[in-house]
């Protein structure tokens, strides 16, 4: 057995949980050797020669020498090593692949280094937060109806691969051995996961769950939008699932890819009627596709995917899919790296805390106070003001205050600002528990307004009690800054499930205009700085062709997130296709 297939296997997760425990009982002294260790092995590389580190490896020198840094840092660092310089620039060792982020929070995608200290820190969080799940919810021999994909790639001028992060892992020789050995082995063939074609693969992902249905121990994705677009889809879809169940062979129709028709008839093996049948049975005794995961996959333990953050609004529908079934939000990082895991998997997503793993990278925290609102604001302001000027380390965080969390890893990014809000819940041993709050960029500002996504999604939340007395949901929604005529004013765009009449709608636009509590806002609306809020009621189906515009520029499906702040020069081809597709607009009257 290769080596890399012998460590998976021999997988066991008490023993995982032991060396976490381990790790954690004195995260300071952990903190000072990973530091060591990062700067030890990267001594030579140019970004931290020319300041003046001269092969020190202690935290005082390290942040008295290296400043804080942002992605515009870092980027001509990149881009040179994208270009083909192979010097020690960033890292001693060659960064051996390229990492894109997203890009639907701003607009851009950033280029970011990756190697295989990653992929092994990867491997780390996923057993870690694994053993802890299945010390809760245990899970035998099965699958995972896994609704991943791999991203669309291309080789950089000095011939590097460029991808997702996720995709990098996927590609790499631990990923699959990992899965096997966690219980975690995904139901679809590697032809599904890296189609071309997203509909194609995803419509294949759910054949292959029901084709293993009785198998199914986890229900996961990235992120949860993703389950939840999944399940939108089968409502759709189920018909069409069942016949090629029953004919043995994929509708050309939905499958056009040989490469992905040929892995996926494979498993059919000949028609299934029986399989079909059932299907089809267990479908029709659902009430509005309530609990449809545990309908379909009885043997089921939980559902699991990132579910904090801009997700934390798809939990509710999730929900309602999972019927009974625990949800489980996922671990904690960002294409830049991994942060914590979930150790206590059996508390709600909207509670979820993650727990920093002390030996996957150098962790600092800048010290952070709400803003009062007061002090003007334009956009790119920030949510969170800066209360002290240096950051603290992992272990001298104080539990209830906020953070913006600062990064070094071992892929070459020195005291890295990530830009995440966090709130210190507690701590696990000596290292602290994280509750995600929001992206530190402010999302919404007139004048003297700073609006952040968090107070968005509690306005959006608390309107949507409007709609819940009338058996309607929110699908999902974004906001604009509209600033083209004086007075300004904030523009809530929202999807729903079915049509609303207009005075649910009026007052469900006036709520949510009382509902952004920011002392700025408030003040601002009633001296008439800002003007009223304005909601646009879109045509459904509309969130569809912002996920096809954003893969139509190669962004992944793994790693799609609902911009929550559309503007005209972040996002403008989001901003034209929300604006194209309004069916009725109101204005509040909530400070009339």
Not at 342 to 361: G, H, K, M, R
């Amino acid at each position: 057995m290769p080596e890399k297939e012998a460590q998976a296997a021999a997988f066991c997760g008490e023993a995982v949980i032991a060396e976490f425990e381990s790790l954690t009982r004195d995260a300071a002294a952990v903190q000072r050797d990973t530091l060591r260790r990062i700067l030890a092995d990267n001594a030579c590389a140019e970004y931290l020669r020319c300041r003046g580190l001269a092969g020190r490896t202690d935290a005082a020198s390290f942040r008295a020498c290296v400043p804080l840094a942002t992605h515009a840092d870092i980027e001509p660092y990149i881009a040179r090593i994208a270009d083909g310089d192979t010097s020690p620039v960033l890292t001693a060792k060659p960064i051996t692949s390229i990492s894109l982020s997203s890009g639907t929070t701003q607009g851009k995608r950033k280029y970011l280094p990756f190697n295989q200290e990653l992929v092994k820190s990867t491997m780390q969080i996923y057993r870690t937060s694994y053993a802890f799940r299945n010390r809760a919810f245990p899970v035998e021999d099965g699958k995972a109806l896994q609704f991943i994909y791999g991203s669309r790639q291309f080789t950089t001028k000095g011939g590097l691969t460029a991808t997702t992060a996720t995709t990098n892992v996927y590609r790499s020789e631990e990923f699959m051995p990992t899965m096997r050995a966690i219980q975690s082995q995904v139901c679809s063939p590697e032809a599904v996961i890296f189609g071309a074609d997203f509909a194609q693969s995803l419509y294949c992902h759910l054949l292959c769950g029901l084709l293993y249905a009785d198998e199914v121990r986890i229900v996961s994705a990235t992120f949860a939008h993703s389950i939840v677009l999944a399940f939108q889809t089968f409502e759709r879809v189920w018909e069409e699932l069942c016949a090629d169940i029953r004919a043995g062979a994929l509708s050309p129709a939905r499958v056009a890819a040989p490469a992905v028709r040929g892995a996926v008839e494979a498993l059919l093996a000949g028609p299934d009627p029986a399989r079909a049948d059932e299907v089809a049975r267990r479908c029709a005794g659902l009430s509005n596709w309530y609990g449809v995961i545990p309908a379909l996959f009885p043997n089921a333990r939980y559902v699991h995917g990132i579910m904090t953050g801009t997700m934390e609004h798809y939990v509710k529908k999730l929900r309602h899919y999972a019927g009974g079934l625990p949800l489980v939000a996922a671990e904690y990082g960002a294409s830049e790296g991994w942060v914590g895991a979930n150790v206590e998997p059996e508390t709600p997503p909207e509670s979820a805390t993650f727990t920093v793993l002390p030996n996957i990278a150098y962790f600092e925290f800048i010290p952070l106070k709400a803003a009062t609102g007061h002090g003007g604001g334009t956009a790119g302001d920030t949510c969170y003001a800066e209360a002290e000027p240096e950051p603290v380390g992992l272990t001298e965080v104080t539990v209830g205050e906020h953070y913006e969390v600062v990064v070094t890893t071992f892929a070459g990014l020195y005291r890295y600002r990530l830009g995440d809000v966090v709130q210190v819940a507690g701590f696990y041993n000596s290292t602290p528990k994280l509750k995600f709050v929001c992206r530190r960029n402010l999302l919404l500002s007139i004048n003297i307004d700073k609006s952040s996504e968090q107070d968005l999604q509690l306005a959006v939340d608390s309107a949507a009690k409007v709609l819940a007395a009338e058996k309607l949901e929110v699908v999902d929604y974004s906001s604009h800054a509209e600033v083209s005529r004086d007075p300004g004013h904030y523009v809530v765009f929202w999807e729903l499930n079915a049509d609303a009449g207009d005075d649910v709608l009026q007052s469900c636009c006036d709520e949510l205009d009382r509902a952004f509590a920011d002392p700025g806002y408030v003040g601002s609306r009633r001296a008439r700085g800002i003007g009223p809020l304005e909601l646009r009621v879109l045509q459904r189906g509309t969130f569809q062709k912002v996920l096809r515009h954003y893969l139509s520029l190669g962004a992944p499906v793994s790693q799609f997130k609902s911009p929550r702040c559309v503007g005209r020069a972040n996002n403008s081809g989001v901003l034209q296709i929300l604006s194209a597709n309004v069916v009725k607009a109101f204005f509040s009257a909530a400070y009339d």
